[in-house]
């Protein structure tokens, strides 16, 4: 079983919403979502505790971008609600898991990832 699997990514315009979703199935405190445009570093934008659902952002997407999880059974799932979508948004997202400790944002703190999904944000 692939620890990790997001989808969910597209095209749109600017102004547009898409929602990536995150199939976890290894055991983690908190999941986050990490973005990576050409040639620029990984990046991360949202994180989601699972203890108590507390969620971070980064300053770049507070406001625009919600981060939720459910849960059903033993399938978890991630959610990346993005609205208001800007074409410096558009990078290849990944979810994380498997916090190992550290920094959150950093990603050498997580174990798994999975293949990335591609976000286009163009008119």
């Known amino acids: 079983q692939v620890p990790v699997v997001e989808s969910g990514g597209g095209s749109v315009q600017p102004g547009g919403s898409l929602t990536l979703s995150c199939e976890v199935s290894?055991?983690?405190?908190?999941v986050a979502w990490f973005r990576q445009a050409p040639r620029k570093t990984r990046e991360g934008v949202a994180l989601i505790l699972y203890a108590d659902r507390s969620t971070v952002y980064a300053d770049s997407v507070k406001g625009r971008f919600t981060i939720s999880r459910s849960q059903d059974n033993a399938r978890n799932t991630v959610y990346l609600q993005m609205n208001s979508l800007k074409p410096e948004d558009s990078a290849v997202y990944y979810c994380?898991?498997?916090?190992?400790?550290?920094?959150?944002?950093?990603?050498?703190?997580?174990?798994?990832w999975g293949q990335g999904t591609q976000v286009t944000v163009s008119s």
């Open positions: 290894v055991t983690t405190s908190r």
């Open positions: 994380a898991a498997g916090f190992l400790g550290g920094s959150s944002f950093v990603t050498m703190s997580y174990k798994y």
